[in-house]
Structures are given as structure tokens and as C-alpha cells.
């Protein structure tokens, strides 16, 4: 009987929050090895030693949006693919990636969210948005978040763009006695960030049409939610060949 291949992970931030949620799932697995932690704030040759020492075949990263970047890039300089959850990436620095890791033929999934829940609000919200143009976003964490607004809620307004016509809402004389106070404004629609301690992730999409509203809300209560969905991308960016961006893109 042939011994199944186990998957070797390294963790980038593997002592935050996130991070040691992914430790604990992939000491649960009997197909994931944790291999190390990486990380970054090294010299060049110390990298090299950690990517020489741990022979990761994927690369698990919860850090920051400043160092994610780096990461991809590291990955793709050493064969590993990346599984990465840290939001912040720019449109450019996504589509940027995207065409080096096709150019490569290389694994990659990005995935703002990783709550089947959270994926299941955005794929409800865009098809509310085509009968019922008229939403904004409401997303709310933690206070210890760096970027806003989410990913997730930038991956959901993405989505209703998508399939909403250009439409910019609220009344056309509106003015803002404070500053920020309607909100970001993506293609006309608005995106509310709230930032508070006991926060972990929620969002919350709503609509408005004549006499009826609605009302698309998920909670992640604990951080636990997310591990089954990295679970799955780590299995699944090994039959890769390219960066998939959203898990949306690996679930019916
Ligand atoms: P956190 O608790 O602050 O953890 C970040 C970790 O990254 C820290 O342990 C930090 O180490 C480490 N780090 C920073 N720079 C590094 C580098 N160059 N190399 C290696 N490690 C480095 O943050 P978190 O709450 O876990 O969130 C991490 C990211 O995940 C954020 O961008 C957040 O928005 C995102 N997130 C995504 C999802 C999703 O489902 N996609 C869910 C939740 C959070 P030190 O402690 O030593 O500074």
C-alpha cells in the first residue's frame, strides 16, 4: 500500500492571531506537516536557509499587508505555493501576481475571506444586487485591523459591481457636513468600515427598494471559522497551475 503524500506547510505569522489557529488545524490533519514558521525580517541568506530547511510545499501567510507582497514574491522565487489570507494587496499588485504565477505555472489562492459562510454573503449579495440596485456595505472588526476597507467587503462590492449597473445612490444633492460621513464611495455605492474591540469579522449587505428592505449578514464569531476553508486551499492549490483570487472559485 503506497503512503499517502502529506502535504509540508510553513506558516508566515504563524504567532498572531490567525497564525496560530492554521498551527493548531494543521496538527489535527494527518495529511498537513507543519513544518516552521517563516519569517521574513532576516537578512537574505537567513531566508534562503529557512525556505532550504523547511522544503515547504505551501506557504500559509497571515501577516500584514505591508509583507505579503514579499511573500509572493519569495514564493515564487523558491516553487512554493502560497495560501494566503492577509487583505491589502492592490488591484495592480493582484493582477501583477496573477500574470507571474500563470507565467510560472505555478499554485496560488488569495482568499480575502475563508468563512464558507462569508463567501456564501457575497455570493448572496450579488444576486440580490441585480433586482435590488440599491445596497451598502457594512462591514465591522476588530480594532486591531490595519486595512480598510476589508477585503472581504472590497471582494463583495466587486462582485455586485458586477452584475449591478452603474448607479450612484442617495439623493443627488447630498452633501457631507463630516467628512466620511456617507462612506466609501465604489461605483456609486457606499462601504461603512466599523472598527471595535470585541470585533472578530462581520459584514452585513443591505438593500433597499420601495417599501421593503433586506438584509444579508454573516458573523464570524471566533477565528476558528476560517480553518476549514484554509484547510481545503492548502489541499487544493497543490492541483494548481495559476493564482486563484476568492474561494468562491473552489466551491460549486
Ligand atoms: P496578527 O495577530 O497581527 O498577526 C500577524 C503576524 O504576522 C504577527 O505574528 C507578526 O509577528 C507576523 N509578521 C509580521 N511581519 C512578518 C514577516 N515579515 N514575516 C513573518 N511574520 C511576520 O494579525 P491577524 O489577526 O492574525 O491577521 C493577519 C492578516 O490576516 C490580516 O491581514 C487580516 O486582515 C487577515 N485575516 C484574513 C482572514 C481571512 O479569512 N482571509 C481572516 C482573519 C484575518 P509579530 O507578532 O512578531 O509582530
Redesign the pocket.
Same mark, same amino acid.
Given at each position: 500500500m503506497s503512503t499517502p503524500h502529506v502535504i509540508r506547510v510553513a506558516v508566515?505569522?504563524?504567532? !498572531?492571531?490567525?497564525?496560530q489557529e492554521v498551527v493548531k488545524m494543521l496538527g489535527q490533519d494527518p495529511e498537513l506537516l507543519y513544518v516552521g514558521? +517563516? #519569517? $521574513?525580517?532576516q537578512d537574505e541568506e537567513t531566508i534562503r536557509q529557512q525556505f532550504a530547511e523547511l522544503r515547504p510545499d505551501v506557504l500559509v501567510d497571515? %501577516? %500584514?499587508?505591508h $509583507?505579503v507582497y514579499?511573500?509572493m514574491e519569495l514564493c515564487l522565487q523558491h516553487g512554493v505555493r502560497p495560501v494566503v489570507? $492577509? %487583505?491589502?494587496l492592490t488591484p495592480e499588485q493582484m493582477d501583477e501576481l496573477k500574470h507571474r504565477f500563470q507565467t510560472a505555472g505555478l499554485g496560488a489562492i488569495i482568499?480575502?475571506? *475563508?468563512?464558507i459562510g462569508a463567501i456564501l454573503c457575497m455570493k448572496f449579495a450579488a444576486m440580490a444586487s441585480k433586482y435590488m440596485p440599491h445596497v451598502e456595505i457594512i462591514e465591522l472588526h476588530h480594532d486591531?485591523? +490595519? #486595512?480598510a476597507p476589508? !477585503?472581504t467587503a472590497l471582494k463583495t462590492a466587486e462582485l455586485i459591481a458586477a452584475v449591478r449597473s452603474g448607479k450612484k445612490q442617495g439623493h443627488p444633492q447630498e452633501t457631507e457636513s463630516i467628512p466620511g460621513a456617507r462612506g466609501a464611495d465604489y461605483q456609486g455605492f457606499r462601504i461603512h468600515s466599523v472598527r471595535l474591540p470585541g470585533m472578530v469579522?462581520h459584514q452585513e449587505v443591505l438593500f433597499g427598494a420601495t417599501g421593503q428592505t433586506l438584509s444579508i449578514r454573516h458573523d464570524s464569531i471566533n477565528?476558528e471559522s *476560517?480553518m476549514p !476553508?484554509v484547510n481545503m486551499a492548502i489541499k487544493a492549490v497543490m492541483n494548481l497551475s495559476e493564482l486563484v483570487y476568492g474561494l468562491e472559485h473552489l466551491i460549486d
Open positions: 508566515a505569522g504563524a504567532r !498572531g492571531r490567525m497564525g514558521e +517563516l #519569517d $521574513t525580517r497571515f %501577516t %500584514t499587508p $509583507t514579499r511573500h489570507g $492577509t %487583505t491589502g482568499a480575502p475571506n *475563508f468563512a486591531n485591523k +490595519l #486595512d476589508s !477585503g469579522a477565528r *476560517f !476553508g
